[in-house]
């Protein structure tokens, strides 16, 4: 970036500081809330930036990448009333991790693929704690079951407990996929969802190992089910009828067609 495209960030950024210190001091809407009060408006953001990043939106990326800014710039406020810490301290904060973290470049360690990149990430955030942190300490619970699922796979690649070979996995699947059957056949409510979780959890790996991330996968198939589900209805209603008036064979013809568009 240039000194003039430098120079216009660091204007803007600090307009924005005043902003939210006059609407701190004079909003009634933003002087009550609190780190609490803005936890779940903040997921809500997160998701909308992620809706505008799948549906490849450069204009509602940008919006919503303002809109969480706005709350990371909320939350700093919020800090510094407590004298806790200022948005100087969250850059600087994150100014010296992304230089700990990235030796490669600012150090002399070597890495020449995103792989090793990654395994050095890991093995340098155990490293912070005195080497006593947890390796899955840092997934947050939060998370919602898939993107977890990933996230502590891919935590737990980092440190070398993976498959040896990306094909094993596949016995894996079928192991967890007998299972199941099994509880299914023996009515066990109980342990047919928890063989259902091993199951998705093995599936969520296999696409992993495969370089898939599960959870585009399946948001992907669900954008398609959606899109053939409403031609489905759009048609039915076209011709004067109710899905629930058709037989399932009669819904299958016009899914085909809706496959073929």
Same mark, same amino acid.
């Given at each position: 970036?240039?000194? %003039?495209?430098?120079?216009?960030?660091?204007?803007?950024?600090?307009?924005? +500081?005043?902003?939210?210190?006059?609407?701190?001091?004079?909003? $009634?809407?933003?002087? &009550?809330?609190?780190?609490?009060?803005?936890?779940? @408006?903040?997921?809500?953001?997160?998701?909308?930036?992620?809706?505008? #990043?799948?549906?490849?939106?450069?204009?509602?990326?940008?919006?919503?990448?303002?809109?969480?800014? @706005?709350? #990371?710039?909320?939350?700093?406020?919020?800090?510094?009333?407590?004298?806790?810490?200022?948005?100087?301290?969250? #850059?600087?904060?994150? %100014?010296?991790? +992304? =230089? *700990?973290?990235? $030796?490669?470049?600012?150090?002399?360690?070597?890495?020449?693929?995103?792989?090793?990149?990654?395994?050095?990430?890991? &093995?340098?955030? +155990?490293?912070?704690?005195?080497?006593?942190?947890?390796?899955?300490?840092?997934?947050?619970?939060?998370? $919602?079951?898939?993107?977890?699922?990933?996230? #502590?796979?891919?935590?737990?690649?980092?440190?070398?407990?993976?498959? /040896?070979?990306?094909?094993?996995?596949?016995?894996?699947?079928?192991?967890? @996929? /007998?299972?199941? &059957?099994?509880?299914?056949?023996?009515?066990?409510?109980? &342990?047919? /969802?928890?063989?259902?979780?091993?199951?998705?959890?093995? =599936?969520? %790996?296999?696409?992993?190992?495969?370089?898939?991330? $599960? /959870?585009?996968?399946?948001?992907?198939?669900?954008?398609?089910?959606?899109?053939?589900?409403? *031609?489905?209805?759009?048609?039915?209603?076209?011709?004067?009828?109710? +899905?629930?008036?058709?037989?399932?064979?009669?819904?299958?013809?016009?899914?085909?067609?809706?496959?073929?568009?």
């Amino acid at each position: 970036m240039d000194d %003039n495209k430098h120079h216009k960030t660091l204007v803007v950024f600090k307009e924005l +500081l005043d902003i939210m210190d006059e609407l701190r001091a004079k909003c $009634p809407w933003d002087k &009550k809330q609190t780190n609490d009060s803005l936890r779940t @408006l903040t997921i809500e953001e997160t998701y909308e930036l992620a809706d505008a #990043i799948i549906n490849n939106d450069s204009s509602a990326i940008k919006k919503e990448l303002g809109d969480l800014l @706005l709350h #990371i710039v909320f939350y700093a406020k919020i800090g510094s009333e407590t004298e806790s810490f200022g948005m100087g301290d969250v #850059i600087q904060s994150l %100014n010296e991790k +992304l =230089i *700990y973290r990235h $030796p490669h470049i600012f150090g002399d360690v070597e890495a020449n693929d995103a792989k090793t990149v990654e395994e050095n990430w890991e &093995k340098l955030k +155990l490293k912070e704690k005195g080497g006593n942190k947890s390796v899955l300490e840092g997934v947050p619970l939060s998370l $919602p079951a898939m993107v977890k699922a990933n996230r #502590i796979q891919d935590k737990a690649r980092g440190v070398g407990f993976d498959w /040896e070979h990306k094909e094993q996995v596949w016995d894996k699947v079928k192991e967890e @996929l /007998e299972e199941l &059957k099994v509880e299914i056949d023996a009515n066990d409510a109980d &342990k047919t /969802e928890a063989e259902f979780g091993d199951l998705i959890f093995s =599936i969520i %790996n296999a696409a992993r190992l495969y370089g898939v991330n $599960p /959870e585009n996968a399946l948001e992907r198939t669900n954008r398609k089910f959606i899109k053939r589900f409403n *031609y489905l209805e759009e048609k039915t209603l076209k011709v004067g009828k109710d +899905l629930k008036e058709m037989s399932l064979a009669e819904m299958d013809v016009i899914w085909e067609e809706a496959k073929k568009r």
